[in-house]
Nanobody, 119 residues
Framework: DVQLVESGGGSAQVGGSLRLSCAVSGDTVSSNCMGWFRQAPGKEREGVAAIDSDGSTKYADSVKGRFTISRDNAKNTVYLQMISLKPEDTAVYYC??????????????WGQGTQVTVS
């Protein structure tokens, strides 16, 4: 079975940056569509970013120009680089394997989540 393990969350100041990592086992990131969701308390889950098997990327309007999704095929890891962080970016961030390349992703595998707090 595929396993997705996120890391890199934590606290950041407004305007700061964080990089989230998602280490994948049991599948290959380069042959899949991968993505990130986030969920803040009391809010609906939001698709944040996705990267297709061909390397093309998609982003939610709320993070365009500030977040960058990428992958390292050799490490079988997906990243989410976040800059110019805002308090509204505070959420639990989940790495997902995307079923079909749509956006927001239609996830068929989830990580456990990592907390990001911006203040």
């Amino acid at each position: 079975d595929v396993q997705l393990v996120e890391s890199g969350g934590g606290s950041a100041q407004v305007g700061g940056s964080l990089r989230l990592s998602c280490a994948v086992s049991g599948d290959t990131v380069s042959s899949n569509c991968m993505g990130w969701f986030r969920q803040a308390p009391g809010k609906e889950r939001e698709g944040v970013a996705a990267i297709d098997s061909d390397g093309s990327t998609k982003y939610a309007d709320s993070v365009k120009g500030r977040f960058t999704i990428s992958r390292d095929n050799a490490k079988n890891t997906v990243y989410l680089q976040m800059i110019s962080l805002k308090p509204e970016d505070t959420a639990v961030y989940y790495c997902v394997r995307d079923l079909n390349g749509m956006f927001p992703p239609e996830a068929n595998a989830w990580g456990q989540g990592t907390q990001v707090t911006v203040s």
